[in-house]
């Protein structure tokens, strides 16, 4: 004998609306969101996200990067959570986020004629006495700095000081390409430049001279860092001969807001 077994249970209970939309970062042509997740009475599966009324993705997680956006512009953006029968919720709160400028590195090639926006960390290997419009170096030249002011860790000093000189700390934009003119020793555990995380210290690219006192362009990729909170440091812990280093107009794509 069949014994009916009843209609199939559909369900059409939509979860609960996401909450706390956020930003948790921004650069010239992104934005990274966040938000609390949503509850259901089965199961969240993911969430959709809109840009303007829009929807521009999805994800399963609570977080979510907008990319290709322009510069300067203000957006709009609110998140919708789904379930496994396709049911919505509805929309969060609405957040408007303006995307950032790309500027330079504040004094990037020294022209202010000392080191503002420039940082002693340690040492006395960097100061406003090594910042200078010198264009030979006494012995041969010429320098082949940018503009007329550079920073020649030897003018103040000689070769027997140490320190560290970073710059302030920016968020990476553009397309991430840095470029930089060095010169000096040639050391790269003792005597160089790095991009370095601000978070947790880490030097992410670095350079050194090349045993010449003449400026030398060096040009970095650090595209996979864009959106990263960083700063430039430059450091001298080398005594020896050539134990100093050179440095001037130092291009970085920074975000400003």
Known sequence: MNVPTGAAVIDTTAPTIPGNLSSTSKTDTSISLAWSASSD??????????????????????SFKDTGLTANTTYT???KAIDAANNLSGLSNSL?????IVGALANHDFESG??????????????????T?????????????????????????????????KSETFTLGGTGAIDFLIGGGNDLNNLYIALVRASDGVELLKATGSNNEAYSRIQ??????????????????????????????????????
Do not use: M
């Open 41 to 62: 009475n089965v199961g969240v599966t993911g969430y959709r996200i809109y840009r303007n009324g829009t929807e521009v993705g999805s994800t399963s997680t609570t």
């Open 77 to 79: 953006f609110t998140v």
């Open 96 to 100: 408007q986020v303006k995307t950032g």
């Open 114 to 131: 000392n080191l503002t926006g420039w940082t002693i960390v340690s040492g006395n290997a960097f100061g406003a006495g090594d910042v």
């Open 133 to 165: 419009t010198d264009v030979n170096w006494g012995w041969g030249g010429p320098f082949n700095q940018s503009g007329s002011y550079h920073l020649w860790g030897y003018k103040d000093g000689g070769d027997s000081q140490v320190g560290v000189l």
């Open 220 to 257: 970095w990729n650090a595209a996979s860092y864009v959106g990263t909170s960083c700063y430039i440091k430059i450091v001298d812990s080398a005594t020896g001969g050539f134990g100093h280093l050179n440095v001037d107009d130092v291009n970085v794509p920074v975000v400003t807001n």
